[in-house]
């Protein structure tokens, strides 16, 4: 293997140019909410001449032009019975503009493609240096998969799913060849942010992408323009590095994340979970046939089953939207006939392919994700 790229690699259209302790354990959601007070340092940039509109705005201009390469290998169809036609359901694909977005820094990067570039170094036997008219003259490949943060709560809506465009990450890491004894992967942001990966992640057959397009367009900026990484399996802080410039193959225990440092889980494997996306909590509803559904995700297991429960009733299998691979979330429905006026509960739980359970136990997200089955409350009259 060699860190060479096929000649005549397409061009990059010309964009804008901008370069932009140890602590106690920290609520991720607490710690993303108070950057949202931190408009001392928002003042500071527009003291120096740039505010945080003018940085999003330069961000967005930067991004505009790009122009995607054709997939050489497409992500197989959807088929139209992965939706199962319940009104209120999330999509099964999550557009862009509605997917949801942590990040710690106030405004996205202003990263011209002409001038990034991927470095893989660190326990290799060989440096690599990708530029993005090399990374666009690879064979880039399509992926349908589902992304979750491990802030969210149960029942939450920090998860969504995309078409990824990008090429796999294991091909990369085979150029630099790991050397015996490296067990993970520090990516590095262009923000400065850093995130460990199991190196095993990023070289055995899952979808592990460093991605360059989303449901067929370029990347926006707040979804790591020009380039991110998209590991499926794995919670966004460990897996999904946005503006990513740097990939460090070590060891655990000699390099920490940005989040491991604050406490959290440095490997973070997603739990089987689920959500009721309809009845809304509180919702009033007509006496008679109460339908319900939501969506169950288990990424790079799958979800078997999907079981639900009107009141302390009866566990009940749903009916399940059809499964478009191990790494995506799945549409679930179930009806429950007969009910009467009154205040009701449903409540979900999802099994995986492997035969693990969600468990019931209530637990909060540190050091990996929130825990316990949904349940919602409504009244039909």
């Known amino acids: 293997t060699d860190d060479t790229a096929p000649s005549a690699p397409p061009p990059v259209t010309r964009l804008l140019t901008r370069s932009p302790s140890r602590q106690r354990p920290t609520s991720r959601r607490r710690f993303l909410a108070l950057t949202g007070t931190a408009t001392v340092i928002g003042a500071i940039g527009v003291a120096a001449g740039q505010s945080l509109v003018t ?66 170094h660190g326990m290799v036997e060989n440096e690599v240096t990708l530029t993005m008219d090399e990374l666009l003259a690879l064979p880039l490949e399509e992926q349908h998969t589902t992304l979750t943060c491990v802030s969210n709560p149960v029942g939450g809506d920090l998860v969504g799913t995309a078409t990824w465009l990008g090429y796999p990450v294991r091909e990369l890491l085979r150029r630099a060849r790991p050397q015996p004894g490296a067990d993970m992967v520090l990516s590095k942001s262009d ?23 989303m449901n067929g367009q370029p990347l926006t900026p707040v979804h790591g323009f020009p380039a991110r990484l998209v590991v499926a399996g794995l ?26 440092q604050r406490g959290w889980d440095a490997k ?38 999907v079981e639900v429960r009107l009141d302390d009733g009866d566990w009940t299998r749903a009916e399940l939207g059809a499964d478009v691979s191990d790494d995506t979330w799945r549409q679930w429905r179930a009806e429950f006939p007969d009910v009467g006026a009154g205040t009701h509960a449903i409540t979900v739980r999802a099994v995986d392919g492997e035969g693990t359970v969600q468990t019931a136990e209530r637990r909060e997200s540190i050091p990996n994700s929130a825990t316990g089955h949904h349940r919602i409350q409504f009244t039909v009259e």
């Open 55 to 120: 940085l999003t705005r330069e961000a967005g201009a930067a991004a505009a032009n790009f122009v995607l390469p054709r997939a050489a290998r497409r992500a197989r169809p959807i088929p139209p019975e992965a939706s199962l036609g319940v009104e209120g359901i999330e999509p099964f694909i999550t557009d862009q503009k509605d997917f949801y977005r942590i990040d710690t820094v106030l405004a996205p990067p202003t990263i011209d493609p002409r001038t990034w570039s991927l470095r893989i």
């Open 191 to 213: 923000d400065g942010f850093s995130a460990s990966t199991p190196l095993e992640a990023m070289l055995d057959d899952r979808d592990a992408l460093l991605a360059v397009g």
């Open 235 to 260: 919670y966004g802080f460990v897996s999904a590095t946005k503006w990513v410039t740097e990939l460090e193959v070590t060891r655990f225990d000699r390099a920490e994340a940005y989040w491991t």
């Open 268 to 305: 973070a494997p997603i739990l089987v979970a689920s959500r009721i996306d309809v009845p809304r909590p509180l919702a009033r509803v007509a006496a008679g046939t109460v339908v319900a559904g939501g969506s169950a995700w288990a990424q790079t297991r799958g979800i078997e089953r």
